[in-house]
C-alpha cells in the first residue's frame, strides 16, 4: 500500500501531465472554436447572451469608469409595523438580518414565534 507522500507524489504528476495537456490542445480548441464561431456566424454577443450575460461589456472585467449603486427593492426604507416583540419591549419587523436580542433567545430554544405580534 502507498502512503501519503507516494500519494501526493503521483498527483503531483498527474497535475504537470494534465498542465502539459492542456497547454498543447489550447491553441488548437480555440481554432476549431473560432472555424465553428465562423462557420454559423456566431458572434461574441451572441456567446455574452447565452452565458447571460449583458451585450457590450468586456467579458470579465468590472465597470471601472462609473460606480452603480446597487439596486434597491421598492420597499426599502419604508417603515413596516413590527411582527415580533421580544420581552423587554424589542421589536423587529421581520426584514433583514434578525435581531441579536432574538438570535440569542433562539439559541437558547425558543422560537422566534413565541414571540410574534
Do not use: C, H
Amino acid at each position: 500500500m502507498s502512503n501519503l507522500v507516494d500519494i501526493q507524489q503521483q498527483i503531483a504528476k498527474l497535475q504537470k501531465q494534465a498542465s502539459d495537456i492542456r497547454a498543447k490542445e489550447f491553441d488548437k480548441t480555440i481554432k476549431d472554436i473560432l472555424a465553428q464561431m465562423r462557420a454559423f456566424g456566431i458572434t461574441l454577443k451572441d456567446l455574452q447572451q447565452a452565458m447571460g450575460k449583458r451585450p457590450g461589456r468586456a467579458a470579465g472585467k468590472t465597470a471601472a469608469k462609473k460606480s452603480v449603486a446597487p439596486r434597491r427593492s421598492s420597499q426599502a426604507g419604508k417603515t413596516v409595523a413590527a411582527k415580533y416583540r421580544g420581552p423587554n419591549g424589542e421589536s423587529w419587523s421581520g426584514r433583514g438580518l434578525m435581531p441579536k436580542w432574538l438570535a440569542a433567545l433562539v439559541a437558547q430554544g425558543r422560537r422566534k414565534e413565541e414571540f410574534a405580534v
